[in-house]
């Protein structure tokens, strides 16, 4: 039998080449996302379903399950002044905890398999913006699950992150389109912040995933691999 990866957020930009990838690599892939696509077998899979761990129990054979990567999120919006319980709750339902309940679940099959767990984070758990503060706060949170996962779960499997800057896929094309005019500008603008000059792919994402599943990363546990074209490293005072 052929390994299997569960892929949560399947039908976004970034999980559907994470998904393509694990596929072309002979991996049998498990994808839920609310929006169904290929990957979900045109299903919808709704993550705060108290049936979701019995539903992928009954639906796919999960004795072969090696590695899970979450590339869900939940990104809301606003001033945190204005933003009530709920917005926080599904947030961080989201972001953090659903990964530690799918992990606790299959941390059997997983670590049979000798097989790993990786987040796709955010640079905003990093360095952030205004309006933006329970997105980020919920990925600096997934960031500390992480690591308390990489001590406690070793040696049996592997816990690291992906942490993307702008990548152009599904929430940086919403931006640009709220924006309107200013979208264009804006990208550039954006552009003209990276070090490598442009807007990042998700295959970028796929491809540093895809190392930390591997076994070339079977020494590397707790870690965060910033895939951002080196924005984080540039200093936004520095103006000369």
């Known amino acids: 039998m052929s390994p299997s990866v569960l892929v949560t957020g399947a039908s976004g930009g970034i999980g559907a080449n994470v998904c393509e990838m694990f596929s072309s690599s002979g991996f049998s892939v498990i994808g839920i996302d609310r929006i169904p696509s290929e990957w979900t077998g045109g299903k919808s899979w709704e ?10 129990r009954k639906n796919f054979p999960m004795d072969d399950l090696k590695v899970v990567v979450h590339a869900a999120a939940e990104q809301v919006l606003g001033r945190l002044e204005d933003q009530e319980g709920e917005y926080w709750q599904r947030t961080m339902w989201t972001n953090v905890m659903v990964l530690d309940s799918l992990v606790r679940a299959f941390r059997g099959e997983i670590a049979r398999n000798r097989g790993s767990v990786v987040l796709i984070g955010s640079v905003h758990a990093l360095a952030s913006r205004a309006e933006i503060g329970i997105y980020a706060l919920s990925k600096a949170a997934a960031e500390g699950w992480v690591r308390s996962a990489a001590i406690e779960y070793a040696p049996g499997f592997r816990v690291n992150s992906v942490m993307p800057g702008a990548i152009d896929s599904g929430k940086l094309r919403e931006f640009f389109a709220h924006a309107g005019a200013e979208g264009a500008d804006i990208a550039r603008r954006i552009e003209s912040r990276t070090p490598m000059g442009r807007i990042g792919l998700p295959s970028d994402v ?16 707790g870690q965060t691999l910033v895939v951002d074209g080196g924005a984080t490293r540039l200093l936004a005072t520095e103006v000369i």
């Not at 993550?47 to 992928?56: F, K, M, Y």
């Not at 491809?207 to 546990?221: C, G, H, I, N």
């Open 47 to 56: 993550l705060d379903d108290p049936s979701l761990i019995e539903s992928l």
């Open 206 to 221: 796929a491809s540093a995933v895809r190392y930390l599943a591997s076994d070339e990363a079977s020494f590397v546990t």
